[in-house]
């Protein structure tokens, strides 16, 4: 069965640190993997997606995901961390055909100052 | 490009009445739009499938008399909420995609409250 596992639901990190949300998947075929962050009563935006080729990509805000096929995870990354950056993140998989995604069940992120 | 709009993005509405929500594409044809639902402090649980011109695959558990969905353009999806409950109380988030997309583009979700 298909499904996404995000370990952590809440990190707390210090502005500037770095950060590292967890995610590893189940997936029959070979999968399409997304980070997406979610402002307080906001829709999703999509930070980086994984469809094939190089398993390290670049994202917006400065983010970035590698994928490793041999962990069945797709761990989402940032090396400073910025007070704007204090969302909610899920991961999610999907099949080649864009249909039927599965969603992590998120990881809250806070930053102090 | 890829925007999804949603309409309205907040609404209220009382017991036993019926609400409307729309999603639009608005700059790429949605061949395929997709309907959420979220609670509180949890993730997405996906509630229909709807194709343009055909009928509404719904998830497992989701009523399908209570929750219409209507894919009648590629631009356009709706979702109906008959018989409004205060647990149906939640925010509702459509997605679309194109023809050979393989990804989904988010509009801003709907906060659908039931007194």
């Known amino acids: 069965a298909q499904s996404v596992t995000q370990p952590d639901i809440h990190i707390t990190v210090s502005e500037g640190a770095s950060l590292e949300l967890r995610c590893n998947y189940s997936?029959?075929?070979?999968?399409?993997l997304f980070w997406y962050v979610q402002s307080p009563g906001q829709g999703l935006q999509l930070l980086l997606k994984?469809?094939?080729?190089?398993?390290l990509v670049q994202g917006i805000k400065g983010f970035e995901a590698e994928f490793k096929r041999s962990q069945s995870s797709f761990n989402l990354r940032k090396p400073s961390v910025h007070w704007s950056d204090a969302a909610e993140y899920f991961c999610?998989?999907?099949?080649?055909?864009?249909?039927?995604?599965?969603f992590g069940t998120g990881t809250s992120l806070t930053v102090i100052p | 490009g890829a925007v999804v709009s949603q309409h309205p993005s907040w609404v209220i509405c009382k017991s036993g009445t019926s609400v409307k929500i729309e999603c639009r594409s608005l700059d790429f044809q949605a061949t395929t739009m997709f309907w959420y639902r979220q609670f509180p402090k949890q993730s997405l649980m996906l509630m229909a499938t709807?194709?343009?011109?055909?009928?509404?695959?719904?998830e497992q558990g989701v009523e399908k008399d209570k929750f219409l969905i209507n894919h009648a353009s590629l631009t356009l999806s709706t979702l109906t909420v008959t018989s409004a409950h205060p647990e149906d109380s939640s925010f509702y988030i459509c997605?679309?995609?194109?023809?050979?997309?393989?990804?989904?583009?988010f509009g801003p979700g709907t906060r659908l409250t039931v007194t």
């Open positions: 994984y469809f094939s080729g190089d398993t």
């Open positions: 709807s194709n343009e011109g055909s009928k509404a695959t719904y």
């Open positions: 999610a998989v999907g099949p080649n055909t864009g249909n039927q995604f599965y």
């Open positions: 997605s679309a995609k194109g023809l050979a997309v393989y990804e989904q583009y």
């Open positions: 997936y029959g075929a070979t999968p399409y």
